[in-house]
């Protein structure tokens, strides 16, 4: 008994090493520009990865104290958590399965259009009272600024590795046909019907792209390509922790049998 209790402590001390991934994942989003304004996936993630170092504090406790009830609670607890990371991780690749970006005639750096992405995501910046909010975040940024320091020239500018967000935020669509003449300044669109983004267009260094479409599909952009990393951080986690708690059930049980074994020998000694 003490020693399948022993396992089971020895275990969740390894789950609780692997809420922080999970924690950390959410921190890493929460740090990065753009997932910071947007505030949809990091909270969950962070509040999940809490959960897990709890229940598996939790299951360390109950092992190694032989606490029965609180090992009940824990593979309870514990096998709910996994189910909830487990739909995290399809529902993360689900939602960024769709969109990437689109070569520009002549120009190094992608672009995007919005309708490329997964309707769920489309949804969480179409709606105006949500974009107000994340463009006033994304315009107080550096991310358009830095631009100006960084190019100086039309074709350095051409040839650059442009993020999505500068793609789509800082500057208008290459099909509007606008003359550069710094990254965050352009006059003389040739074609203002080819895009609606054209129009939206401005060089108050305030507003620039802000209100295009594309810039919006940037910035879905940018959290895909983040969201993707964070999800096979918690894909990794979550084989982790199935095998932990497959282990942790066997243990269980056998501290289980070992108990009614020894129980039986007692009542068989005594009688």
Known sequence: MALSN???GAINFVAMLLSIPVIGAGIWLATEPDNSCVKILQWPVIILGILILVVALAGFIGGFWRI?????FYLVAMLILIIL??????????????????LAPSRAYLEYRLEDYSGWLQRRVRRPYKWDRIKTCLA???????LNQSYQGAQD????????????CCKPPTQCGYTFINPTYWISPINNAADMDCLQ??????????????????????LKKE????????LITLVALIWVYVIGCCAF???????????????????
Not at 157 to 168: E, K
């Open 68 to 72: 029965p009830w609180l090992l009940i």
């Open 6 to 8: 022993n396992v089971i």
């Open 227 to 234: 969201w993707r990393r964070a999800d096979i951080i918690l």
């Open 140 to 146: 107080s940024s550096q991310i358009c600024a830095q």
């Open 201 to 222: 267009w401005s060089n108050d260094q305030n507003q620039l792209c802000y209100n295009c479409d594309s810039c919006k599909a940037g910035l879905l952009a940018n």
């Open 85 to 102: 990371l487990a739909c995290l991780v399809v529902f993360i690749y689900m939602v960024t399965v769709r969109g990437s970006g689109h």
């Open 253 to 271: 049980r056998n501290a289980k049998t070992e108990d009614l074994f020894r129980r039986y020998k007692q009542g068989t000694t005594y009688t």
């Open 157 to 168: 500018f051409f040839n650059a590795h442009l993020t999505p967000l500068q793609s789509g």
